[in-house]
């Protein structure tokens, strides 16, 4: 859907109330397909991101993981390695 939204299920540490936050602003501007909602938008958009960020955070917080917990930056230097081997960025 977004690339700017990552997965949050099942790291260590746990996805942080401000990662949760810009996932959901990502989503929200991704529907609203705006960045910055004009004023007359602006509380409804704030008020989709506050409550897909409190959906999300009890979504995290039910979901039972059946494997060990991710370690973010292993996955975070996969990610770049992928991201190097793809040509996207330079080494």
């Given at each position: 859907m977004c690339r700017n939204i990552h997965t949050l299920h099942n790291f260590e540490p746990a996805a942080t109330s401000d990662e949760v936050q810009a996932a959901?602003?990502?989503y929200v501007r991704k529907i609203a397909g705006t960045?910055?909602?004009s004023k007359a938008n602006q509380e409804a958009f704030?008020?989709?991101v506050a409550e897909i960020a409190h959906a999300t955070q009890h979504l995290l917080a039910d979901l039972v993981?059946?494997?060990p917990p991710k370690n973010r930056e292993e996955e975070a230097e996969?990610?770049?390695a992928r991201a190097i081997a793809s040509g996207r960025y330079a080494a």
């Open positions: 959901a602003l990502q960045t910055k909602p704030d008020r989709a993981a059946v494997r996969k990610a770049r």
